[in-house]
């Protein structure tokens, strides 16, 4: 019985308390080692010339979708997401059919937390479609490639 009642106090001495401003430390710097884990797709190629999907990190988005001219269809991805392999294979058509009017490029949210938070990612696969640097539209969880023409065929007709 003695054991029972002084088990919290026995517990409470295997606590470990961290300095203030620890976990803020180490955030950064999680976060700074997964944005140098990327690789970057060799630049001046475009999804038009590699038959891929450009992968965009934080450090050349702005360039890549913000500075765009065309519309930019960015895809909110992660690799562990099931629809997200779904919807990869929509995307790659999309891709290729609207190829000259529409540059698709795609983000790793677990990679890019930064872009996550920026933008509101709280579900992957999000699809967002970028008209002169801001926000058009948002697409949260798997679509039909009939659906995703349909949104940017409707884009397209406003510009």
């Known amino acids: 019985m003695w054991l029972r009642s002084h088990n919290p106090l026995l517990l409470s001495a295997f606590r470990v308390w961290l300095p203030p401003g620890t976990c803020d430390a180490l955030k950064r710097w999680m976060l700074k080692k997964n944005e140098k884990s ?60 609207w190829g000259g009017k529409v540059k698709v490029v795609k983000v790793n949210a677990d990679d890019s937390l930064d872009l996550s938070l920026c933008y509101d990612i709280q579900s992957v696969p999000t699809l967002l479609c970028f008209v002169a640097g801001s926000p058009s539209f948002r697409i949260v969880g798997t679509a039909t490639r009939e659906a995703l023409e349909a949104k940017i065929k409707s884009l397209l007709s406003k510009l």
Do not use: N, Y
Not at 68 to 89: A, G, I, N, Y
């Open 38 to 97: 990327i690789t970057p797709v060799t630049p001046g190629l475009t999804s038009e010339a590699t038959g891929l999907i450009r992968v965009v990190t934080a450090r050349d988005f702005a360039a890549v979708v913000l500075a765009s001219k065309q519309p930019v269809l960015v895809e909110f991805w992660t690799s562990w997401s099931r629809p997200c392999h779904v919807l990869d294979s929509v995307i790659q058509e999309l891709a290729g059919h």
